[in-house]
């Protein structure tokens, strides 16, 4: 079965943590939702950013459904959800926001319209169809910024810290939508319950290696 999304061997650090991920090797298939947990500063938003091709190995091999990641290449197939939402609302109202993938995928008007209307419906953000992103509460963008992650219809969806600023209601919103929602991907997170509530397998990141955890 090709995967979704493998890594092999990857290697990557910055100037002054040259040997932040040392070896890190990872299997995506359909159906798996891979949750990866690990202290602050242990390389897990950079670990995101290497797959969805932001930034480029040092060593060692990314493929996304057997096509060489390639830093710098818009991916079409990997939605990421950053950390903090407001880094990727950028339209004038939550609708056309979440208009705003699709279009650049170059969908018809009519496709694009009825992919809104699905993204939002899924996410349960109808009613905030008009409003404007940056007077939505931190629950409410995270909600949309998934939208408009799901509106370009991704294989594979990369959540970085998706519970940060959330309070428990919005926690609880969020983990139905991931419990429904069976796009695969990978979790970054610090709340293992969470973690163990929408994953299929959990990964600590320690010291630059993945090391399974137990559900
Ligand atoms: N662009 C950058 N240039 C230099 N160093 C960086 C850069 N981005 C991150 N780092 C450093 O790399 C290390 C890992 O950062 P990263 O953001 O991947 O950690 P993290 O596991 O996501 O942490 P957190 O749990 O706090 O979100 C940190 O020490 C950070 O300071
Ligand atoms: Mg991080």
Request: glycine share 10%.
């Amino acid at each position: 079965m090709t995967a979704l999304l493998e890594i092999r061997d990857l290697h990557f650090g910055y100037g002054r943590t040259p040997s932040l991920l040392r070896g890190i090797n990872l299997r995506v298939t359909g159906g798996d939702r891979l949750g990866i947990i690990g202290d602050n500063g242990s390389g897990k938003t950079t670990l995101l950013l290497l797959c969805a091709a932001v930034l480029k190995p040092q060593r060692g091999t990314i493929t996304c459904l057997g096509q060489s990641v390639v830093a710098g290449q818009f991916q079409p197939a990997v939605g990421v959800v950053l950390q903090h939402p407001a880094d990727q609302l950028i339209g004038t109202t939550v609708a056309e926001d979440v208009a705003f993938g699709p279009e650049n995928l170059g969908c018809s008007a009519l496709e694009v319209q009825q992919r809104v209307h699905q993204a939002l419906a899924m996410t349960g953000t109808l009613h905030l169809a008009n409003r404007l992103p940056h007077q939505l509460s931190g629950g409410e963008q995270r909600m949309v910024a998934i939208a408009g992650i799901l509106a370009m219809q991704p294989k594979l969806i990369l959540y970085d810290e998706p519970t940060a600023f959330l309070d428990q209601r919005s926690c609880r919103t969020l983990m139905e939508f991931l419990q429904t929602n069976a796009t695969p991907g990978l979790v970054v997170s610090h709340d293992l319950a969470f973690l163990r509530a929408v994953c299929t397998q959990i990964f600590l990141l320690e010291s630059g290696h993945l090391c399974p955890l137990g559900l």
